[in-house]
């Protein structure tokens, strides 16, 4: 269903640069079975970002581990509900989504 499995999808922040997913993965899967764990990286440098997502099977494992504190490779790291990026998100850069608002480069040759 996907109410569950939007409740069981977690945003995991402050992560340290020597984290891996694997250990990621070590860690939450004490509170439960996970689908899937991400851990996001610079796309040009190939280096940690300092956040990631692990989702687990079921959402109630997922809020068990909400409200509780949670360090990791010795840095306290913060847990909160992933918010799925929709259309309608102002958590956009406005870079990559509101091109077409600005009049076009193509439409400049008039006059």
């Not at 692990?54 to 909160?80: E, N, Q």
């Not at 799925?84 to 958590?91: L, R, T």
């Amino acid at each position: 269903m996907p109410d569950g499995d939007a409740g069981a999808k977690l945003f995991i922040g402050g992560i340290s640069w020597q984290t891996t997913e694997a250990g990621l993965r070590e860690y939450f899967e004490r509170y439960g079975a996970l689908s899937d764990v991400a851990l996001m990286r610079n796309k040009q440098t190939g280096l940690p970002r300092g956040f990631g997502f692990v989702k687990f099977k079921d959402s109630s494992a997922a809020s068990a581990v909400l409200g509780r504190t949670h360090t990791i490779d010795g840095r306290t790291v913060d847990v909160k509900r992933a918010v799925p990026k929709d259309k309608g998100s102002p958590q956009g850069s406005g870079s990559s989504n509101g091109g077409s608002s600005s009049g076009g480069g193509s439409a400049g040759g008039r006059g």
